[in-house]
């Protein structure tokens, strides 16, 4: 079973900042957050990682808190073209884990 | 580079039909999985290869068939088809945790 809990949906406004929760209050020590996104029926796209401290690439940032039972990622500027589902995972950095999929949040970016 | 390429991309089988997908990875990756995704679900691992000559059951072996002879290539066969295998199947490969997958195959067991 997936160890995170996210929202089903959410909208945002188009040049909005969007922000996605994610609840993992189970993540043990050696276990990095993963986020990825499947827009429509393509296959899943890498996003950003992080174990503890915040992350920032060209996509998106990685807000996670503390205690590192939950974490927010944030898309700054969302577009239409970031409508898609959005995959928060917990994997061991330690071992060469398997993703295990939950349903995702589908983020419904509009004009 | 091409990434992770899965063909074919559509296919209609009839129920008893047997059939490879064939992933190809080009990034030289030691790790590579065949996922399943039903309608409305996330994805679920069928089976996974941490090596070339190596493979390991998933979530949802059953039905399926699996081969890495080489590094770069991962076979999904299934032997006698059944419309519950009626699915998108994505093929992956990964390094230190940074997973790249496929376009997906489209399959129909009718």
């Known amino acids: ?111 | 580079n091409a990434g992770v390429t899965q063909t074919p991309k559509f296919r209609v089988l009839k129920t008893g039909q047997s059939m490879t997908l064939l992933c190809a990875q080009d990034m030289n990756h030691e790790y590579m999985y065949w996922y399943r995704q039903d309608p409305g679900m996330g994805l679920r691992l069928i089976h996974y290869s941490v090596g070339e000559g190596t493979t390991a059951k998933g979530e949802v072996p059953d039905g399926y068939n699996v081969s890495r002879l080489k590094k770069q290539n991962f076979l999904l066969g299934l032997e006698s088809a059944a419309p519950s295998q009626t699915s998108v199947y994505f093929c992956a490969s990964s390094y230190q945790g940074g997973y790249t997958f496929g376009s997906g195959t489209r399959l129909t067991v009718v």
Request: net charge neutral.
């Open chain 1, 1 to 111: 079973d997936a160890k995170t809990t996210q929202p089903p949906s959410m909208d945002c406004a188009e040049g909005r900042a969007a922000n996605l929760p994610c609840n993992h209050s189970t993540i043990s020590g050696n276990e990095y957050v993963y986020w990825y996104r499947q827009i429509h029926s393509q296959g899943p796209q890498y996003i950003i990682h992080g174990l503890k401290n915040n992350e920032t690439n060209e996509m998106a940032s990685l807000i996670i808190t503390e205690d590192r039972k939950s974490s927010t990622l944030i898309l700054p500027h969302a577009t239409l073209r970031d409508t898609a589902v959005y995959y928060c995972i917990v994997i061991d950095g330690g071992s060469q884990g398997n993703l295990i999929f939950g349903k995702g949040t589908k983020l419904s970016v509009k004009p």
